[in-house]
């Protein structure tokens, strides 16, 4: 497998905050892009203004579940390395394609394992648990191993939005219809390309109410297809407990399904929200392989990466996102609700250019965000970049040749985000049924939540229409081609608006990427 040089380096360097700042500074000495440039000052700045309390240590007989991925996916290293984690009592599953070691442990053996300790921190008003320094494995084994989730790690951030002010659209938000007439769709519909047959993975935290994806499926007319809802890690919480119904994964599955309304959707959850949990996810996505997209809406920025000590959870992420990549799945991630601005863990900091992954990751659509106004007869009154709408240029990935080749991007050394937008201000925000806020049961949210799985029912009208013209499907490849086809129509460029430090303009932009769909002309574009 390929990765970008920054990650190779961070794989072969010990994975600590001093690591991945050595890294991130000298990526930005060699692009000269601005946020690398504020990216660097940043850690700088948070190195002295952090403060990291020390909170003791866990409980050592507390389950541990985490995932090793292979290097080399082969029956041979996948049995060498498990035989070495079962030495310390840990159960450890294979996965089919011997790419993903899967473990149920304790922290104590965990330790034991990986040459390490775990320890609880809070970093601003953030508390996690964290190894005290990074896995050290026995030479045959580390040579073997690409990245792990035996790091927990600090939450990951969902990236939706409530109303602030006034409502512009309607009460209950843009229903189906009304973004359907927005960005052309409807054509599409009518030539019977629905999402049948095709899948979509969603990856989230805690879980869903079926009665509240039933009542917005009858509301909107939509069909009553059930949602396939796989656990990851477990189904309790680190405090025994079935975490409640979320908004997140309510309107993720209900974006999927206003979409691509007959298309399979596959709700993958975990318990806990951590970073190293979204390891563990992205490796069942790939291993299970069943989908042609796959959409998450939450992220931590690059920056927290170093301040919390965890570079190899980004790393493992990568690593996992590359096993998506692999089964040829698109993925798609939120660029997140600050704009161009970080938001830091520590101590609120929001005055550096930071962007979030995993939208930064080179095998991920990053998805923006606008401010969309429709007329009284659901058709395009404005569109533009919404403020909130992340954006920015990355300080760790390496520009792809497609975006490279693509004028207007802020960077050409270093990836640029977002790839594409949505409708995502919280004021003209979309539908979501979720009945535990009666009243209303139905409400406007926004967020480039919003637009990252509706994405992912976008590129199953794409698959299936491909298959009906006898094409093969894109899978990851999707990014590239569209980017190849960004003059044809399939885009409604939005030149309005800005989203902090970068605006929109004609052409690519870091607010709203390539622009915002519109649908008959991109699904016969890509056919």
Not at 146 to 154: A, E, K, M, Q, V
């Amino acid at each position: 497998m390929a990765y970008p040089w920054s990650v190779s380096r961070l794989l072969k360097l010990s994975i600590s905050l001093s690591a991945v700042v050595a890294v991130l500074a000298l990526s930005s000495t060699t692009s000269g892009a601005v946020s690398l440039v504020q990216s660097k000052n940043v850690f700088q700045k948070t190195s002295k203004t952090a403060v990291i309390q020390h909170l003791g240590g866990v409980n050592p007989a507390q389950v541990h579940r985490f995932t090793v991925i292979l290097k080399n996916p082969t029956a041979a290293d996948a049995n060498h390395v498990a035989t070495y984690f079962r030495g310390f009592g840990i159960a450890v599953t294979i996965s089919p394609d011997n790419h993903f070691l899967h473990m149920v442990s304790t922290f104590a053996r965990s330790a034991a394992a990986a040459n390490t300790q775990f320890e609880r921190v809070k970093i601003g008003t953030e508390t996690l648990t964290r190894t005290t320094h990074s896995p050290q494995f026995p030479a045959d084994i580390a040579s073997r191993v690409l990245g792990t989730s035996i790091n927990p790690g600090p939450r990951a951030r969902a990236q939706n939005v409530r109303p602030q002010a006034e409502v512009v659209g309607p009460q209950t938000g843009y229903g189906p219809g009304d973004l359907a007439n927005v960005y052309n769709f409807n054509g599409v519909y009518s030539s019977g390309i629905d999402g049948k047959g095709e899948a979509v993975d969603i990856a989230a935290c805690f879980n869903i109410d079926p009665n509240d994806i039933a009542f917005f499926q009858t509301f909107y007319g939509l069909p009553s297809n059930p949602v396939n809802v796989i656990h990851v890690d477990g189904t309790l919480d680190q405090f025994g407990n079935v975490p409640p119904p979320d908004l997140e994964p309510t309107l993720d599955v209900e974006r999927v399904m206003s979409l691509a309304p007959n298309a399979k959707i596959n709700l993958y959850v975990v318990p806990d929200c951590l970073i190293s949990q979204f390891v563990d996810m992205f490796a069942e996505i790939a291993e299970d392989g069943h989908a042609v997209a796959m959409s998450t809406s939450y992220g931590l920025f690059e920056a927290d990466y170093a301040v919390a000590g965890i570079g190899d959870l980004l790393v493992a992420q990568s690593a996992a996102l590359q096993g998506v990549a692999d089964a040829h799945i698109a993925s798609f991630a939120a660029s997140g609700d600050s704009g161009s601005w970080g938001d830091s863990l520590t101590t609120g900091l929001t005055n550096f250019l930071d962007v979030l992954y995993p939208a930064s990751d080179p095998n991920v659509l990053s998805v923006g965000g606008t401010t969309l106004e429709e007329s009284v007869i659901q058709t395009r009154l404005f569109e533009y970049g919404w403020g909130g709408s992340g954006g920015g240029v990355s300080g760790i990935f390496p520009i792809s040749s497609w975006q490279a080749a693509t004028p207007g991007v802020a960077s050409g050394l270093f990836k640029n985000l977002p790839d594409v937008a949505y409708d995502g201000d919280g004021n003209t925000g979309v539908a979501t049924a979720f009945l535990v806020s009666i009243p209303p049961p139905i409400f406007p949210v926004g967020g480039t939540s919003a637009g990252t799985p509706s994405w992912g029912g976008i590129a199953a009208l794409i698959a299936e229409n491909r298959q009906k013209h006898g094409h093969a499907l894109l899978g990851s490849k999707l990014a590239q081609a569209l980017y190849a086809m960004r003059n044809s129509g399939g885009f409604t460029d939005i030149t309005v608006g800005a989203n902090g430090y970068f605006a929109t303009r004609t052409g690519f932009d870091n607010v709203t990427g390539l622009g915002v769909p519109n649908g008959v002309k991109l699904i016969k574009a890509l056919q």
